[in-house]
Nanobody
């Protein structure tokens, strides 16, 4: 059973930084793609970033390019989302997701497993 547990959310001022973590367990993830999505109040869940565990290919939403960085730690089975230059519009619940395969997908219906989410609030 795949389990994804996010942590690292919180309250930060605009311009600040946060690092989210997603601890993955339940199987070997070398043939998986890991993604981050977010959902703001009253809005649909949207893609943020994704990384292919093997090889490290990445993909980002245009809204976060140059500010967010996705990475993974093989030894810890953990995926990170480093968020810099945060803006109030980044406020949302952030979810970690996983899908088997090598395609670095950018839509939520392509991911099979989800974490419970972690709240990120950016104050102006």
């Amino acid at each position: 059973q795949v389990q994804l547990v996010e942590s690292g959310g919180g309250l930060v001022q605009a311009g600040g930084s946060l690092r989210l973590s997603c601890a993955a367990s339940g199987r070997t993830f070398s043939n998986y793609v890991m993604g981050w999505f977010r959902q703001a109040p009253g809005k649909e869940r949207e893609f943020v970033a994704a990384i292919r565990w093997s090889g490290g290919s990445t993909r980002y939403a245009d809204s976060v390019k140059g500010r967010f960085t996705i990475s993974r730690d093989d030894a810890k089975n953990t995926v990170y989302l480093q968020m810099n230059s945060l803006k109030p519009e980044d406020t949302a619940v952030y979810y970690c997701a996983a899908r088997p395969g090598v395609y670095v997908a950018g839509t939520q219906n392509e991911y099979d497993y989800w974490g419970q989410g972690t709240q990120v609030t950016v104050s102006s």
